[in-house]
């Protein structure tokens, strides 16, 4: 149960759910890709979608249990579009086979919901020996939307359907390291914290959609990208954080949102005619919400989008 239901501009509040936010919305002939769509609000996120008629994308590490999801949509909505296709955001290799291989399959792509996340990890590299926080919940999906851009656009300017990219960020990005983005130490140890870590992948979420909303507006193409904070919610992002997690389950009830309600903010980014040619943005409980300082400098943004880049394609 959520204890607070005060409404926003859009008419919608904390404890809005995602069939809510997208009540009498038709999204037959969209496609969609969801990463980390086989926990959580993915799950959720997922359901909804196809719910209201998108053909959806499952992309997730662990294909068996992506694929009990999908029995378990079809149960409930026989007619619903939905598949499953492996993707582990920790790797450039599996993100570059995924954005082929989807790229091979001539599916058009309406909306990119970069939904999967890893939450307060102790210190590890990822494949490409990067931070695994920075590497999974920023890297990865930057490098997953520069892959699938193309596609995007021409998918746009063929069905003259507005494109929206969500990133899935959080509160916690008010948290992160003093200095925003460590580009110099980001696979320090000595220094690493695994929140301000974990702050630091969810600034560099926002800072990725306001800079991509800023090239998407200057090339004069029908896409926006936004972020989104879904709420605090008992998932199992929280895995990592012991005491946190333990204490979480049992009050969580009274003061966290379940998973419909988490997954609201996402669908209404993703689908709701509210939304329509809105960019740059960062949303809260359905409703435009302002993120901290760093997040909203331009010039960190710009920054970063170069130091991604880099990253990303290694010479």
Known sequence: MWIFGWKG????????????VTQG????????????????????????????????????????????VKEEILKEIPGAKVDVMELDLSSMASVRKFASEYRSSNLPLNLLINNAGIMGTPFMLSQDNIELQFATNHLGHFLLTDLLLETMKNTARESNIEGRIVNLSSEGHRFAYSEGIRFDKINDESGYSAWSA???SKLANILHAKELARRLKEDVVEITANSVHPGAIMTNLTRHLGLINSIGQMVGKYFLKNVQQGAATTCYVALNPQVKGVSGEYFSNSNISNPSSKAKDADLAKRLWDFSFTLTNPK
């Open 198 to 200: 974990y702050g630091q």
């Open 9 to 20: 501009p859009s008419g919608f509040s904390a404890s809005s759910t995602a069939e809510e």
């Open 25 to 68: 919305i038709d999204g037959t002939g969209l496609t969609a890709i969801v990463t980390g769509a086989s926990s959580g609000i993915g799950v959720e996120t997922t359901r909804v979608l196809a719910l209201r008629g998108v053909h959806v994308i499952m992309a997730i590490r662990n294909v068996e249990a992506g694929k009990n």
